[in-house]
């Protein structure tokens, strides 16, 4: 069993930064693809980013793609999103996901990860 908590959301402006932070208990911390998506309001939950369940690869939803950076502690066992360049658009509660058999090609699907953070809200607004 997985526990995720997810810390970091507020209210930055456009153009601002604002880092994500997924903290994760229970184990194997290691053995998990892990992943980013976010729900903008009145919209479907979306892909940000993910590593691979080896943590060999990461890949990014175009939208963030030069703007967003995932990264991991394995000593902490927590994971980031550093958002730079904040638009109104990334509005959305921000949630990290870990899955136990997320097989590559199935990394942007919200349905193959079996445990969830209860989410954060990042708001872009000036």
């Known amino acids: 069993q997985v526990q995720l908590t997810e810390s970091g959301g507020g209210l930055v402006q456009p153009g601002g930064s604002r880092r994500l932070s997924c903290a994760a208990s229970?184990?194997?911390?290691?053995?998990?693809?892990m992943g980013w998506f976010r729900q903008p309001p009145g919209k479907e939950r979306e892909f940000v980013a993910a590593?691979?369940?080896?943590?060999?690869?990461?890949y990014y939803a175009d939208s963030v793609k030069g703007r967003f950076t995932i990264s991991r502690d394995n000593a902490k066992k927590t994971m980031f999103l550093q958002m730079n360049s904040l638009k109104p658009e990334d509005t959305a509660v921000y949630y990290c996901?870990?899955?136990?058999?997320?097989?590559?090609?199935?990394?942007?699907?919200?349905?193959?990860?079996?445990?969830w953070g209860q989410g954060t809200q990042v708001t872009v607004s000036s």
């Open positions: 996901a870990f899955g136990p058999g997320v097989i590559t090609s199935s990394l942007r699907l919200p349905n193959q990860y079996a445990y």
């Open positions: 229970g184990s194997p911390y290691q053995a998990y693809a």
């Open positions: 590593f691979s369940r080896t943590g060999g690869h990461i």
